[in-house]
């Protein structure tokens, strides 16, 4: 089994941060990819960042990129998500994602608020 811990999150006015943070525990092999996936009521969840094992590839969908920055400390079996400029749009549940290598493995999620 491995259990995935999101933390950090919280209400924060527009243009304001917040940094986002996952811990992985249980087996846990080396090489696994890990990312931010959110869902705000009403939509879909997507796709926000991801990061390789290494943290030397990392990807961001359109709407955060140069605001947000993903990082990893494999030490630590941990993700951060750095958000700053942060947007009402930026409102959702954030979720943590680490690609294992037989499946996929999800958090139970962050709440993030941002208000004008």
């Known amino acids: 089994q491995v259990q995935l811990v999101e933390s950090g999150g919280g209400l924060v006015q527009a243009g304001g941060s917040l940094r986002l943070s996952c811990a992985a525990s249980g087996r846990i092999f080396s090489n696994y990819a890990m990312g931010w996936f959110r869902q705000a009521p009403g939509k879909a969840r997507e796709f926000v960042s991801a990061i390789s094992w290494g943290g030397g590839t990392t990807n961001y969908t359109d709407s955060v990129k140069g605001r947000f920055t993903i990082s990893r400390d494999n030490a630590k079996n941990t993700v951060y998500l750095q958000m700053n400029s942060l947007e009402p749009e930026d409102t959702a549940v954030y979720y943590c994602?680490?690609?294992?290598?037989?499946?996929?493995?999800w958090g139970q999620g962050t709440q993030v608020t941002v208000f004008s």
């Open positions: 994602n680490l690609q294992g290598v037989l499946r996929a493995y």
